[in-house]
């Protein structure tokens, strides 16, 4: 089944304290990016890559790293999460570009105490 | 400005009744235009593309003005299954095979018994 599968789900952790969310897509899609979800505020853009070992810069870059070793995964990684990232989470990936049909994953709920 | 505002609703409506959504984009320059459907806390779908000449889906239309630089979305015979949030989604960029894509806040239909 073709798919976009975050991990984990749900965390909740502490300010301060490295954390990893990952993203595998299993459609051989050039194209990856992660949202964050806020209310009033909508999606926003992190990172996007458009291919391996090409990223780029969202609107809301900051706080957030991202690595495209491999086609399948785009992992983000928050080095020093702090309470302002607790956020609905979305990784999402299409064919070429962002002109495509992206398909998102499930969502990741992320709380930093 | 935002880059793409909607008005956030909610829009609350009968079974069967005809309900359209705006979207205005602030980029004259942006190639492509999307609307997406977010269930409560599920991953955005893409409901349709928003092609030049207007295109239409079963019950769904959505229309592009250049001019004006807006979207519509215009559901007929809203079903209880339509109420969710939809969003406006709009590749801001002159070529439309960039990684940025601008959301919208997203705008809320309940659609009553």
């Known amino acids: 089944e073709a798919q976009v599968t975050q991990n984990p789900r749900y965390l909740i952790t502490v300010t301060g304290k490295k954390l990893t969310v990952t993203c595998s897509q299993n459609?051989?899609?050039?194209?990856m990016s992660w949202y964050r979800q806020d209310p009033g505020l909508g999606l926003r853009q992190i990172y996007y890559?458009?291919?391996?070992?090409?990223?780029d810069k969202g609107d809301v870059p900051e706080g957030y790293k991202v690595s495209r070793k491999e086609k399948r995964n785009f992992p983000l990684i928050l080095e020093s999460p702090s309470p302002n990232q607790t956020s609905l989470y979305f990784c999402?990936?299409?064919?070429?570009?962002?002109?495509?049909?992206?398909?998102f994953g499930d969502g990741t709920r992320l709380s930093i105490l | 400005r935002k880059e793409v505002e909607q008005d956030p609703g909610p829009f609350n409506v009968p079974e069967g009744a005809t309900v359209a959504f705006n979207c205005t984009y602030s980029?004259?320059?942006?190639?492509?235009f999307f609307w997406y459907r977010q269930d409560c806390r599920k991953e955005p779908k893409l409901l349709m593309s928003v092609y030049s000449s207007g295109n239409e889906d079963g019950r769904f239309t959505a229309q592009l003005n250049r001019a004006s630089q807006y979207i519509s979305l215009l559901i007929r015979d809203s079903k209880l299954s339509d109420s969710a949030t939809y969003l406006c989604v709009v590749n801001m960029w002159a070529s439309s095979n960039t990684g940025k894509l601008i959301f919208g806040q997203g705008t809320t239909l309940q659609v009553k018994p």
């Open positions: 890559s458009m291919n391996v070992e090409v990223t």
């Open positions: 459609m051989n899609h050039e194209y």
């Open positions: 980029n004259s320059a942006s190639q492509s």
């Open positions: 999402a990936s299409s064919p070429t570009g962002a002109s495509r049909t992206q398909h």
